[in-house]
Nanobody, 125 residues
Framework: QLQLVESGGGLVQPGGSLRLSCAAS????????IGWFRQAPGKEREGVSCISNSGGSRNYADSVKGRFTISRDSAKNMVYLQMNSLKPEDTGVYYC??????????????????WGQGTQVTVPS
């Protein structure tokens, strides 16, 4: 059973950076396409970025293109989300999970039910 743990969130000023980590235990992440999602207060969870099994395909929501970078380290069994130029609208709880598709359209990710506890990102206005 795939179990994922997110970490790396925190409070950061606008324009700052954070790197989120998604760690897996018991199973190699190499078998999975991985997506990052976020949920802002009072809003539905939304897709942010995804990466294919090989890492060769990466896609981003329009709202984060050019600011966020997703990557994976197979040796460490980790997936990362580097977030730069953070904005108040990036505030939310960030989750990683396996996805059915790493599509250019975040609505097509098809997240699978391997949600972790999430990590809070706060960018004050």
């Amino acid at each position: 059973q795939l179990q994922l743990v997110e970490s790396g969130g925190g409070l950061v000023q606008p324009g700052g950076s954070l790197r989120l980590s998604c760690a897996a235990s018991g199973v190699s992440l190499n078998y999975y396409r991985i997506g990052w999602f976020r949920q802002a207060p009072g809003k539905e969870r939304e897709g942010v970025s995804c990466i294919s099994n090989s890492g060769g395909s990466r896609n981003y929501a329009d709202s984060v293109k050019g600011r966020f970078t997703i990557s994976r380290d197979s040796a460490k069994n980790m997936v990362y989300l580097q977030m730069n130029s953070l904005k108040p609208e990036d505030t939310g709880v960030y989750y990683c999970t396996a996805v059915s598709y790493c599509s250019p359209d975040v609505n097509d990710y098809g997240p699978l039910d391997y949600w972790g506890q999430g990590t809070q990102v706060t960018v004050p206005s």
